[in-house]
């Protein structure tokens, strides 16, 4: 139990040092030693730096899927509810790190992608995961006639993925969640029509 707590502790503090500066500045000594933990330890879990990036990118991947899969599947709520209050918790979180850290996994997509293809292979595996959550999501909307099934939801899945993505990007860039508004009001009014698309008060 105890061996598993210290390869928690050291993904866990991996991948808020990683969010911060990028996982190309950071350290390994920076990690034992914001954690605590000897170097020897962190060798005993991982191989090697990069044995130990993917297994931030697995951890914090399914964590996020997890969360996705409770807030997108959830019965009681609407698709576009649903939908709203992902896109609310997003702009809150990028407010509360001041435009900061913004999506762990579309940072290191953006700095680990033209490296390394195992990096590459992970992350798209996890981003895979992330736009079929969001095309469950339309097609519950399809189904519930809130939108049209004129275009396949894989693919809205996957532009609100790489939307949504990109205007995190711009809101860190402007240190605003005016591009993340912005987004959503265009999915809603543009994309996805005008059929339950305006906000409920």
């Not at 991982?46 to 959830?74: P, Q």
Request: contains cysteine; hydrophobic residues 40%.
């Amino acid at each position: 139990m105890k061996n598993t707590a210290t390869r928690d502790k050291l993904i866990t503090t991996g991948a808020e040092l990683i969010a911060q500066q990028g996982y190309n500045a950071t350290g390994i000594n920076a990690v034992l030693n914001t954690c605590g933990v000897p170097k020897g330890s962190f060798y005993h879990y991982f191989s090697s730096k990069e044995d130990f990036g993917l297994a931030v990118i697995e951890r914090f991947g399914e964590e996020y899927d997890a969360d996705l899969a409770a807030l997108l599947e959830d019965a009681s709520r609407d698709p576009f509810e649903r939908l709203r209050l992902y896109f609310a918790r997003g702009r809150a979180y990028m407010s509360n790190c001041n435009h900061q850290t913004g999506c762990l996994i579309g940072n290191l997509g953006q700095e680990l992608s033209g490296q390394s293809d195992t990096f590459r292979d992970a992350l798209d595996g996890v981003f895979k995961r992330w736009e079929q959550r969001f095309a469950a999501c339309i097609e519950a909307a399809q189904a519930q006639g809130l939108i049209e099934p004129t275009l396949p939801a894989e693919a809205l899945g996957s532009f609100i993925l790489s939307g949504w993505e990109g205007a995190i990007l711009r809101a860190k860039t402007l240190k605003s969640v005016a591009p993340m508004e912005q987004f959503e009001k265009i999915l809603f009014e543009c994309v996805l029509g005008t059929v339950g698309a305006q906000p409920r008060h």
